[in-house]
């Protein structure tokens, strides 16, 4: 897998200098470029035919291939920051050129070499029948298996009637449930599907869920809870303050708290004082692999399904809606549902397997060889053997994807935004022509869920999928592969220095805190004595480290810190792709922001800051145009200047312009001129946010804002007007997801979004719409499936079902005025929650009658949130 990943990065070196101007790309020989190009083209499609075999010469070849791809990365990009930073005086210039030029050559003919080796290995007979079994293995490769469920659950019927009824039951005090097993049995997806159980929801006032990993953080703990209940974020720290704020919020509430994945006793006596007995029916459920004597009644323990359990649940997800076995495959099936020994995470991660493969007989008797080997060694930790096939029988291309998840700490909710950037940075997406990197990425990333390797943990507003998360196991495999074959290195605060010697050998470095906080947050991340050959550096949960970064870090690519940076040189090092950290003040973001012209290759900057001082806006340097590889500018908190474009030369009479082909992502830009020439130098752009303050001319003209119709490819429009009344609307027909914020638009003038073919959500926000009436117009809002709408003087709202036929979620928030939501909202057959925050009461009414009329018509699906506390 490391080979591959190598070559796959390498690959995407060689293209990013043709794509760049002559002075990155006249670092070597075009020549030089194709040869490499060719022989990597080469040994990949090698790789991705014998994927499943691992003999001793492949690996050897292997390590070579790692060995060689690094050289040659090194050398090239070394060159590369050399000439950039012009460490090179003028003299000794054709020196170093010849001496770079020697040793590139020398890693060519390495290729070269191996090359020739493949085509004495591809020779041989075991290797001819390696190549047969592969192809026919992968001759399913692109079939689609669909779950009868986002989250089905087989086998666990009895005990998920026995624990609702013992939820709903009549006795009245506090209880706390447990669900104890060991890992892999299902006990977090028997849980969860009684938490979305519509009975479950109805009988209780609040829900709330919250994962508790090892490295556990009581403020963490109680932050995710009051998230979930409130739903706000919260910043403040301090322990008591927020275990009384859950305490405030809990109390008179009948409440049903999920506490998943507890690992010890602590965790437990940390929090127990918030939760009051109400003496209403309230309840708390614990999972866990550890029986901890805790709880108010026996535990429910289930260490394994039976054999109809089983192998229902491998029918389930091999076969989908078809549910049922070939009979030519029905006995292979159940010898290798047998060998996972009724563990129903190995069921699922080994059908998930076989519904990607060609259905055949022999290949599923090479998997079922292969979970017998397992099964015979592996005792304890058989379910982690079974886990490994599904790794070695993963296509090659998507190994270094599953890999990277270890990245992530442990039960960490993932954003498949920042997954995909990452991705994409990391060079580990095999190109296909006419589809960019974040297509490729998502296809890798959908194929990895259908595998049952990654869990779907939420959804976002558009119904795509937000957040994942990995099981404990898999993680822990993931791990365990990528450290084996150098992939990346997790090592922890405070055992910096015991990982100095293996951290050498290793491209990416990602940091973890301790868990002793006190110490953790007196510490100061110096990274001077790490290796040169470091490309990636992740640092996770270190809002109280500062960061320093060494000269031996010049080659880095990727730097994601989760904490502050005070480095005024962070952008020196040019050659990063990927750059997200948290600015301490404007003053020191706008010096180190002059650096960026110098990132030859940078596709993402995020920062999420400033910590210090006001939200001014920063100003972007104007060289922020000749920047060909940038895909996402973005700042969490503030905004951007962004400068005009500079005039451009004429060459025989034509304009020379640079379009930012790979553009997608500006948020939030200040005052944005949308010119005609901006316009045309952001062709793909797909998500946008601007802000509008501080006019001196009239709004609109000298703004532009109405070239927004001409960004034929963007999707997603944050508006902020600032209190100027936007009037004549006109928005691109590409458009998804619209937010409009202070723009003081009447509402009948949303006749103009209405009528957006594509829109599936609209968030309306503080004074965003002024008016007391809104009547919208029948055949508007076809697609729009989230409507959001907050801080308005709304009194008056007439609808019923055909204004908005595909709605599936309805926010309000702080609409003191509103006299009800009209009656045929809940007539919509696609609605399913409704949420209200701080709404009037005769509002909040209208809510529940809405839904007790669902209910009696049969319908369970309809949820109905009101918070007002």
């Known amino acids: 897998?490391?080979?591959?990943?190598?070559?796959?990065?390498?690959?995407?070196?060689?293209?990013?200098?043709?794509?760049?101007?002559?002075?990155?790309?006249?670092?070597?020989?075009?020549?030089?470029?194709h040869s490499l190009l060719q022989n990597i083209g080469f040994l990949q499609q090698f790789l991705e035919e014998f994927s499943l075999t691992r003999g001793d010469e492949i690996q050897a070849l292997e390590e070579e291939i790692v060995i060689s791809a690094y050289a040659a990365e090194d050398i090239i990009e070394s060159r590369v920051v050399d000439q950039i930073l012009e460490d090179s005086e003028a003299g000794s210039e054709r020196s170093c050129s010849t001496l770079f030029c020697?040793?590139?050559?020398?890693?060519?003919?390495?290729f070269s070499s191996m090359k020739k080796d493949v085509m004495k290995i591809e020779k041989t007979e075991g290797i001819e029948i390696v190549r047969q079994q592969t192809k026919a293995a992968t001759a399913g490769y692109f079939v689609r298996v669909a779950s009868n469920s986002k989250n089905a659950m087989v086998g666990f019927d009895k005990d998920l009637v026995n624990i609702m009824d013992t939820l709903t039951g009549d006795e009245s005090n506090l209880q706390i449930l447990s669900i104890v097993g060991m890992g892999g049995i299902g006990k977090t997806t028997l849980a969860k599907n009684v938490f979305d159980n519509p009975l479950i929801k109805q009988h209780f006032d609040l829900h709330a869920w919250v994962t508790i990993s090892q490295q556990y953080s009581v403020s963490e703990i109680l932050l995710g809870l009051l998230k979930e209940i409130r739903g706000e974020e919260i910043t403040q720290k301090n322990d008591d303050e927020l275990g009384l704020r859950l305490h405030r919020s809990l109390f008179d509430r009948r409440y049903f708290i999920v506490m998943d994945d507890m690992w010890s006793i602590d965790v437990w006596d940390g929090i127990k004082g918030f939760f009051p007995d109400n003496d209403n029916g309230s309840r708390v459920l614990v999972t866990t692999i550890m029986l901890l004597i805790i709880f108010s009644r026996v535990p429910l323990i289930n260490y394994i399904c039976d054999e109809d359990q089983c192998w229902a649940l491998f029918c389930d997800k091999v076969f989908g809606q078809e549910s049922c076995c070939p009979p030519e495959l029905e006995e292979v099936g159940k010898t290798i549902v047998r060998n996972c020994r009724g563990l129903p995470l190995a069921i699922v991660a080994i059908s998930g397997l076989l519904a990607k493969f060609s259905r055949t007989v022999e290949y599923w008797e090479h998997v079922a060889n292969d979970t017998h080997e397992a099964l015979n060694k592996g005792g304890d930790g058989l379910c982690f053997e079974i886990l490994s096939l599904s790794y070695k029988h993963l296509p090659v291309h998507l190994k270094p994807c599953f890999l990277y998840m270890a990245i992530f700490p442990e039960d960490h909710k993932i954003k498949i935004s920042k997954l995909i950037k990452l991705w994409v940075a990391e060079g580990i997406l095999k190109p296909m022509s006419s589809r960019s990197l974040e297509e490729i990425a998502k296809d890798n990333l959908k194929d990895l869920i259908e595998r049952n390797l990654i869990q779907v943990h939420d959804?976002?507003?558009?119904?795509?999928?937000?957040?994942?998360?990995?099981?404990?196991?898999?993680?822990?495999l993931c791990l365990r592969e990528a450290q084996k074959e150098k992939f990346l290195r997790v090592a922890m605060m405070d055992g910096l220095d015991n990982h100095s010697k293996i951290i050498d050998n290793n491209r990416r470095l990602i940091i973890q805190r301790n868990s002793d906080e006190e110490v953790f947050q007196q510490q100061v991340f110096d990274a001077r004595n790490f290796a040169s050959c470091t490309r990636s550096l992740i640092c996770w949960e270190l809002e109280f480290t500062s960061i320093k970064l060494p000269v031996c870090f010049r080659l880095l690519r990727v730097l994601n810190v989760d904490g502050v940076c005070y480095d005024e040189e962070i952008l020196q090092v040019v050659n990063l792709r990927y750059i997200y950290f948290v600015a301490p003040s404007n003053p020191i973001l706008s010096n180190t922001l002059e650096s960026l012209s110098l990132l030859w290759n940078l596709q993402t900057i995020i920062i999420a800051g400033p910590l210090l001082g006001s939200v001014t806006p920063t100003n972007l340097p104007a060289e922020i145009w000749e920047m060909p590889q940038l895909r996402h500018l973005k700042m969490e908190q503030g905004h951007f200047y962004l400068p005009d474009p500079p005039s451009t030369n004429s060459k025989n009479g034509?304009?020379?312009?640079?379009?930012?082909?790979?553009?997608?992502?500006?948020?939030?830009?200040?005052?944005?001129?949308?010119?005609?020439?901006?316009?045309?130098?952001?062709?793909?752009?797909?998500?946008?946010?601007?802000?509008?303050?501080?006019?001196?001319?009239?709004?609109?003209d000298y703004y532009e804002v109405y070239n927004l119709v001409h960004l034929r490819n963007l999707e997603s429009l944050l508006l902020n007007s600032y209190k100027n009344v936007l009037r004549n609307l006109c928005f691109p027909q590409s458009l998804k997801k619209l937010t409009l914020k202070i723009c003081r638009v009447p509402w009948e003038d949303l006749t103009v979004v209405g009528s957006l073919p594509h829109l599936e959500v609209l968030n309306l926000i503080g004074d965003a719409v002024r008016g007391r009436e809104w009547n919208p117009v029948e055949g508007e809002f076809l697609e729009l499936k989230s409507l959001r709408i907050s801080y308005t003087n709304l009194v008056e709202w007439t609808a019923d079902?055909?204004?908005?036929?595909?709605?599936?979620?309805?926010?309000?928030?702080?609409?003191?005025?509103?006299?009800?939501?009209?009656?045929?909202?809940?007539?919509?057959?696609?609605?399913r929650?409704?949420?209200?925050?701080?709404?009037?009461?005769?509002?909040?009414s209208s809510a529940e009658k809405i839904q007790e009329e669902q209910l009696k018509l049969g319908n369970y699906d309809l949820q109905v949130r009101i918070v007002d506390t």
Do not use: W
Request: charged content about 25%; hydrophobic content about 35%.
């Open 833 to 844: 929650s409704i949420l209200l925050s701080y709404c009037s009461d005769s509002a909040n």
């Open 654 to 700: 034509r304009r020379d312009i640079l379009v930012m082909k790979n553009l997608q992502t500006l948020c939030t830009i200040r005052n944005f001129r949308l010119t005609d020439e901006v316009v045309h130098r952001m062709p793909n752009l797909k998500k946008l946010g601007i802000t509008y303050r501080q006019f001196t001319s009239g709004f609109g």
């Open 801 to 831: 079902s055909s204004h908005f036929p595909r709605l599936e979620k309805l926010i309000l928030e702080y609409l003191e005025f509103l006299k009800e939501i009209p009656e045929g909202i809940g007539e919509i057959p696609t609605l």
């Open 102 to 110: 020697q040793d590139l050559q020398k890693v060519i003919e390495e």
């Open 459 to 476: 959804y976002g507003s558009r119904n795509k999928i937000k957040t994942c998360t990995i099981h404990d196991l898999l993680r822990d």
């Open 1 to 33: 897998m490391a080979a591959y990943a190598s070559l796959l990065s390498l690959g995407h070196i060689l293209d990013q200098l043709l794509q760049h101007p002559p002075r990155q790309r006249a670092v070597l020989d075009e020549a030089q470029i």
